[in-house]
């Protein structure tokens, strides 16, 4: 056994991102242990075929102390990449798993003076409020989210905060104020700050990789909260349009899951960018509608997405990642859109039958206000 193989936990490593992080350094050559609870949402069918039969895999439960001090113990880099994710009903579970747990895991580095050497956590460009904006009279600026109120009245766009012209959507870097305008986003604040704060505290290396919208192969068909690929292609596979929320106008920067994880791997052997909030995307837009017509031709079904005049407070409308930073050690994009998604409905094939669990988890969601009715219909024609 080579004594000077890098030893990673990765978090969540039974997931989409974790368990591509986990390959990718299995092939680099590093030991990699594995820390998840199988979250049944994800993981209908239990431990999935794909985890790398050279990995250690352990099934258990970020917010458990016992089992998070084992796990760390013996490891160089943290690839903290275990979370509940979405827009799921649950509010109390997020802190817990999110926020608790990163905290959590922290305390314990620190105060059993574990001798690891960096913690990548997996923020996200849901920290935004809204995506940065070029207005043609005040230049670049920083939109306020969009009031729920004005959604409810129909107007999706985003105008300047000076003037009020509707502006368009500019590649957003890291200086960028947020907030989290969502549980979710809320509890991924929370895990960036933990862990920025934390590194300079206790002098330990630390990244918030900001990850954009990832998809590919490994991506849950179960879930009907979170992943708007998946989520498309099931809906299209059960002969059912695309739900699209506004008019299908926001734009989303989608990233293959291979990039991300590549991410993690530069972001684990450089210095440069540790301390740092760091984008990680394609650094391209695409509209959720033209998303569902790319979608729908790859899978050579004829059904168009609608917009049935529904929206989600807190949601972003325009986003796509500026990449310079993270470009800085090495980075590039490597996947196009049209040939990711055609490897994940490759990946979709090999599944067997697949379900549409949306339909079911939707009412729920409007109940709870997640998921609102415009008031005026017409403004999507
Ligand atoms: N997929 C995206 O678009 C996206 C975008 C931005 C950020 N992220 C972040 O990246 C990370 C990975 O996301 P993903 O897309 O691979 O999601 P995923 O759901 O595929 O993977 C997350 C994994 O974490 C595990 N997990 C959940 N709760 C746990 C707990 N309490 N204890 C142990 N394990 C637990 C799940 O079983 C799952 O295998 C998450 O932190 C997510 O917030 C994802
Ligand atoms: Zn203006």
């Not at 669990?357 to 024609?381: D, T």
């Amino acid at each position: 056994m080579n004594a000077t193989r890098k030893r990673a936990l990765v978090t969540g490593g039974a997931g989409l991102i974790g368990s591509h992080i986990a390959d990718l350094l299995i092939q680099q050559g590093w030991r990699v242990r594995i820390l998840d609870n199988l979250e049944p949402q994800t993981h209908k069918n239990g431990k999935p075929a794909w985890i790398h039969p050279e990995a250690e895999f352990i099934q258990g439960n970020v917010q458990d102390y016992g089992t998070m001090l084992s796990a760390l113990s013996d490891i160089d880099v943290v690839f903290h990449e275990a979370a509940y994710g979405g827009y799921m009903p649950e509010m109390a579970k997020y802190v817990l798993v999110n926020s608790f747990g990163t905290a959590q895991m922290l305390e314990i580095i620190r105060d059993h003076k574990l001798p690891i050497q960096k913690v990548i956590v997996a923020s996200s460009q849901a920290v935004y409020s809204e995506g940065a904006a070029q207005c043609e009279v005040h230049g670049h600026v920083v939109p306020f989210l969009r009031r729920t109120e004005q959604l409810r009245g129909g107007d999706f766009q985003v105008h300047c905060p000076v003037c009020g012209r509707m502006t368009t959507s500019i590649p957003t870097p890291e200086g960028t104020p947020g907030g989290g305008e969502t549980v979710y986003a809320l509890t991924k604040v929370d895990q960036e700050r933990l862990v920025l704060l934390w590194g300079k505290q206790t002098g330990i290396p630390t990244v918030a990789l900001r990850y954009s919208c990832t998809y590919g192969p490994r991506q849950s068909l179960f879930n009907p909260y979170t992943g708007v690929i998946a989520i498309f292609c099931t809906r299209l596979l059960n002969g059912l349009p695309p739900i699209m929320y506004e008019d299908g106008g926001q734009t989303r920067d989608l990233c293959f899951v291979e990039d991300i994880a590549q991410a993690n791997l530069l972001a684990a052997t450089s210095d440069k960018l540790d301390g740092l909030p760091v984008n990680v995307g394609s650094g391209r837009a695409t509209s959720v509608r033209d998303l569902a017509g790319i979608i729908a031709e790859q899978l050579g079904v004829a059904i168009d997405p609608v917009a049935r005049g529904e929206f989600r407070p807190g949601e972003i409308r325009s986003l796509i990642s500026d990449i310079s930073r993270i470009r800085t050690i090495g980075y590039e994009p490597r996947v196009r859109l049209e040939e990711g998604i055609a490897r994940y409905i490759e990946w979709i094939k090999t599944q067997g039958a697949v379900e549409d669990y949306f339909s079911k988890a939707e009412q729920g969601l409007r109940e709870k206000g997640i998921v609102q009715n415009i008031a005026r219909p017409s403004a999507l024609a």
